[in-house]
């Protein structure tokens, strides 16, 4: 049992480029998210999905897409990336309503 | 919306003193608290977590944490600190009413303990 895996771990990007991280969960949750981490302004959430099939926007979600692949798998995509989008992105899940989200061990991008 | 305010972005303590991290928090229906803890490099890992019941929560690491909605607070406390305890700490409110919208996250508070 992996808990929510992400990858890649590190990826440096040059101002413009395009791309997708991923993130899969094994613990059969409905909910997946995604978050940005940035010095000083703790976890801001960028989009989210509710279910399968749902995405919605979060504080944060400008420059970004997302696809809910399937059950397991929630990816985030970089259209252009931008030096403002240097952050370290991370992916969570959770099951039913009220319990808590669990955490991927997170990407740490940075774009030049 | 709900937002969360965690007083101070640097807390030192010394090995074996209380350790208290004090958040406060904002919500226009009952809220779900959470307390996070990361490590340098790693990601978040739930400490423990209030949604309904009993105030006192008991989390991982003994750590425990007291709701107190007229206060509006959701403190964090260990009675004696170790070094292995040094690390960024979130508290997080979700006004969900248990639906699956994100959490809100307050600024982070980092944990330094003094041998």
């Known amino acids: 049992n992996a808990g929510v895996t992400q990858t890649p771990k590190f990826q440096v990007l040059k101002t413009g480029q395009s791309m997708t991280l991923q993130c899969a969960q094994d613990?059969?949750?409905?909910?997946m998210y995604w978050y940005r981490q940035d010095p000083g302004m703790g976890l801001r959430l960028i989009y989210y999905?509710?279910?399968?099939?749902?995405?919605d926007k979060g504080e944060v979600p400008n420059g970004y897409n997302v696809s809910r692949l399937n059950k397991r798998e929630f990816s985030l995509r970089l259209e252009s990336a931008a030096p403002s989008q240097t952050s370290v992105y991370f992916c969570?899940?959770?099951?039913?309503?009220?319990?808590?989200?669990?955490f991927g061990p997170g990407t740490r991008l940075t774009v030049t | 919306a709900q937002s969360v305010t965690q007083l101070g972005s640097h807390v030192s303590v010394s090995e074996g003193a209380l350790v208290l991290l004090r958040c406060n928090y904002s919500s226009s229906v009952p809220p779900y608290l959470f307390w996070y803890v990361q490590y340098p490099n790693q990601g978040l890992q739930l400490l423990l977590k209030y949604t309904t019941g009993a105030t006192l929560v008991k989390g991982i690491n003994g750590f425990e944490a007291e709701f107190k909605k007229s206060e509006t607070s959701f403190h964090l406390t260990k009675p004696s600190a170790h070094m292995s305890d040094a690390a960024e700490y979130f508290c997080a409110v979700s006004d969900s009413g248990g639906g699956a919208d994100g959490l809100t996250f307050g600024k982070g508070t980092h944990l330094i303990i003094q041998p």
């Open positions: 969570a899940s959770s099951g039913n309503s009220g319990t808590a989200q669990y």
């Open positions: 613990m059969n949750h409905n909910s």
């Open positions: 999905s509710a279910s399968e099939g749902t995405t």
